[in-house]
Every structure is written in C-alpha cells, then in structure tokens.
C-alpha cells in the first residue's frame, strides 16, 4: 500500500517534468523559428531599399549635392528633391501641431473630465477612427475639403494646407487613443495623494497626471508624426502634386510619398527617375528610422526616471 | 474640534460604518483600533472626503470641523482638505524628486520663494526624521526611496502643508522599533498644535500615544474614551477580548 503510494508520488511528479520539457523545446523552437523569419524578412528588406536608394549615387548619376538640391525637371534630368523632402517636413509639422495640442486635450476630457461618458461613447468611436483606411480619409479630403479651401480663397484649393488639414485629422484619433492609454496608465493612488494635499482637480492634472504621463504623451505625437510622414494616398489626393517651395498654404506641393506613388507606374525600372524613387524611399526608411529612435529614447528616460 | 455624529457609510449593498458617534477633540490624539477590515480607514477617509471619489460611496450623517458641515454641498473641499492632512495606508509618493514630493503641497498653495520651499523641506524632513538619510540626494527620485523611508517621506509631505487635522493611517507600519519611536515622538510633539486621528493596530502604541481610544468592530464603535480606562478597565466584554489578543 504504502510502496505503491510512493511510485505513484514519484510518477506523479516525473511525467509532468517529462511533458514540460517537450512543450518547452517544441514551443521554443516555433518562437526561435519565427524570430529568424522576421529578422530574415527585415534584413533583405533594409538591404534592399539601402542598395537601391544609393545606387543612382554610387553610379554616379546625381550627385548628394544635386539630390539635396531644389533643381527638379526630370525631362532635364535634374533631379533637385529639396522641396518634396521639405513637403513631407511642411505636413508632418503642421499636421503634428494642429492634432496635438487637440488630441492631448481630448484625452484629458476622455479620462478626466468625463470618464464615464469618455469610456463608452468617446474611446470606441476614436478606436474606430483609428481604423478607418487612410485613402478614405484622403477621398473625403478631396470631395469635401479641396473644394472648399478653394472657394473660400479662390484658386483650386489642392495645396500644403489641405495636406495638412487631411493629415491632422487623420493623425488625431492615433494621438488621442495613445494619449488615453497613457494617461490611464497614470495609478489612482497618485491623484488621491495629491487630492488629499488639497490640490484642485486642474492642479493634479497639470502637476502629477500629465507630468507622469508625458514619456507616453510624446510617443503618442511621435507616432502621429510617423503616420503623417509616411502617409502616401491621402496626401497625395489633396496637394496638387507639384513640386513647388512648401511655403505656402495654399499652392500645389509634393511630398516624398506623393511623389512615389504617383511615378512609380510612370517611371521604367533602371531609368533615372526611377532610380531616385527608390533614394526617396531610403529617405523615408531613414525618417523611420528616426522616429523609432526617438520613441525609445522618451520611454527610456522614463525607466531611469 | 471635529464632531462625528450617527454618521454611516455604505459601498454600494456593503453598510462600511454603522452610526458612528464620536468627538475628536483640538490638541489630542486619538487612536482607532480594531480588526482588519471594521472600518477605520473607512471613517478617516470619510473625515476629509477622500471616500467621493469611490463611484459605490454613500454616506449620510453628520461630520462636523467646528462650524463647518463636511458633507453639505457648499462645503469647499480643496480648502477642507488642505485643513486635513492625511497619510494614506499605503504611502505612495509621487513619481518626482523628494524635494518636489514635499515642496508639492507648498506650491500648489501659492509658495514660490526657493528659500522658503528649502526651509520647508528641510524642516519637515527634520520632523519626520528622515533628513540625514537623504539630504544629499533631495533631488533623486522619491519611488527609489525603502518602503519606511517613502512612509517617513509621506509625512513629511502632509506637513509641509500644515494642516490643523492629522490623518494617520498606519504610519508606522513599515518602520523599524527606532523610527517607529521616532514617528511616536513626532506625534507627541505635534499634539500641541495639531488635532491628530492615528489608526493602529499596535495596542502598545495607542497605549503610548493617544489620550482617546476607540474600538472598531464590523463598523461600529464597540467603545471609545480615555486610553487609560479603555485599556485598564473596558466596559465591553467585545474590548476586553480584543486587547487581551482574543480574537481578532
Ligand atoms: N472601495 C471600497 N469598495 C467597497 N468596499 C470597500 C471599499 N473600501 C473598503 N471597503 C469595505 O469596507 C470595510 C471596511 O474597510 P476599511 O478599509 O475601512 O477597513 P480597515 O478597518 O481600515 O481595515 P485594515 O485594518 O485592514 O486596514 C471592509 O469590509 C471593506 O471590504
Ligand atoms: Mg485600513
């Protein structure tokens, strides 16, 4: 009685020992597997655009110089692109500064001022927004925006504005979901400590919610800047596609994404002008680059912190 | 003077505190003792209102700060609050520097003048005897902080707004005997100026510092007077069993 008690015992706790080890090297080889997939898939994407971006430079058909130069008149090949990089910065920036403030405002409502009515009306509709495809976004633009502008400052109505007006509200529902999660994040404990100090409800929000939030606040805009620069079709639909100084709000301009999408069709593989598509493609890669870096540099401050 | 009078709270269905009567007079020390969970924390976050910002909250009764009703609509509970400091259960400090933790109430109170803020941030250190441990680190963050020393620095904080009221939940009870002595001590000395509620469930510690004891059982007040009589000669059977260590 008592032996066979204790074979059990010790089968008992064999046999799971035994099924943990298999599960553990059966799920550990699926996740190493797929980890080098990824990496494979990322490596021979980054080296691709890399070769491809630089190779109008190393064959010695445009100089960085003449690239990062504002002379842009393919038939001559002159391909200056100044102006299309400064188009995307023109957007991106105007985009970011009307949608954050808003965006960051609107999540202080969500979550602070009406949270109730924030949780179950306001959230799920941003969540939607944040869903809907770009290039609706870029139709409505066009049907309702463009015409407008233009009838309101005579002229056709494409132009840097519009880009920017398009892009903010696209990039809107993007700051303000980020912004709420961030500011969700923000512990209970942390308001009632300054509540019970006598602080206002505006003084806990300025001096602990927001302070606390802020590493998430400003990955919140970061992505929305990320969106905004790489976004191509929406864009593309309300600027006018020309490559004019992106200094004015209500001329035609390009934007490095603009620009891409509308030639790549249009352009012979191997040619020039095809070519320095691909450069342009590098440089927003790069972009990207920059926007993650700065992403992780935020957020690690606020681990030390 | 703060007058509790039938005062009862309920958390949603849950009845938390059963017609509660009871005075906390200017310049003593009250302790509340009792089991875990007979609402003593329940009533001290009822005294400064923290309990309005639990949705299940109800309470109805009277709570009285001299002439000042604390549950009536127009009472202003910002300046109420800062009349009432109070030490959470938990300390939890901000995520900022210590200077910052204690320098927040200050400010929010209209103290800008660096050399004020300093003064008071050190004097207060001083009180809450946690001054030689980080006065070359004040402006490292509070959360890298031990459990006592965020608790020491949760007190300092409270009285850097100089309330009138002392809220304590608890402040002892992540501190060794030295700074439990130390927190005692603060107590005492504060007595002379402030109105001090201290939760325990250290008996030798109510025995040492409060003048009146009340003991707490499923949201009632079994009982509550002097320290002295309460734990020399109870008049409840209920008191007399809890601090013989009976039950409980
Ligand atoms: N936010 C809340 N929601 C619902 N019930 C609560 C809430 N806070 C406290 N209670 C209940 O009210 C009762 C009293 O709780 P309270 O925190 O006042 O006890 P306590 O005496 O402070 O206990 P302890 O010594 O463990 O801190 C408990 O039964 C508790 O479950
Ligand atoms: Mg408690």
New interface residues.
Partial sequence: MKERGNTSLAEKLQTPARRIFWTEWRGRSITYVSVWIVILILLSLLWFITSKGLQPFLNGEITLSQFFSTNWSPQDNKFGSLYIMLGSFMVTIGATLISAPLGISAAIFMTEIAPKWGKKVLQPATEILVGIPSVVYGFIGLTLLVPFIGKLIGGIGFGLLSGILVLSIMILPTIISISVDAIEAV??????????????RW?TIW??VL??ALPGLMTAVVLGMARAFGEALAVQMVIGNVPNAPFHFFISIHTLTSMITQNMGNTVPGETFNQILWSMALVLLLMTLVFILVIRLITRRRDV? | MLVVDQFNVYYGEKHALNNISITFSSKTVTALIGPSGCGKSTLLRSL?R?ND?IPMFRADGSIRLGKTEIYDSKTDV??L??RM??V?Q?P?????SIYDNIA??P???GIKQKKQLDAIVEKTLHQAHLWDEVKDRLHA?ALGLSGGQQQRL?IA??LA?EPEILLLDEPASALDPISTEHIEQLILSLKENYTIIVVTHNMQQAKRISDQTAFFLHGEIVEAKETDILFQSPNDQRTERYLSGQFG
Avoid: D, W
């Avoid at chain 2, 939890?92 to 900022?96: C, G």
């Fill in positions: 512990p209970q404990k942390y308001r009632e400590g300054s509540y019970a100090l006598g602080a206002t003084q001096k602990i302070k606390t912190s | 400064n923290m910002y910002v300046s609050r800062k400091g109070m959470f938990q939890i400090p901000f995520p900022l927040y109430g400010r929010i109170h963050s949760v904080r409270v707004v």
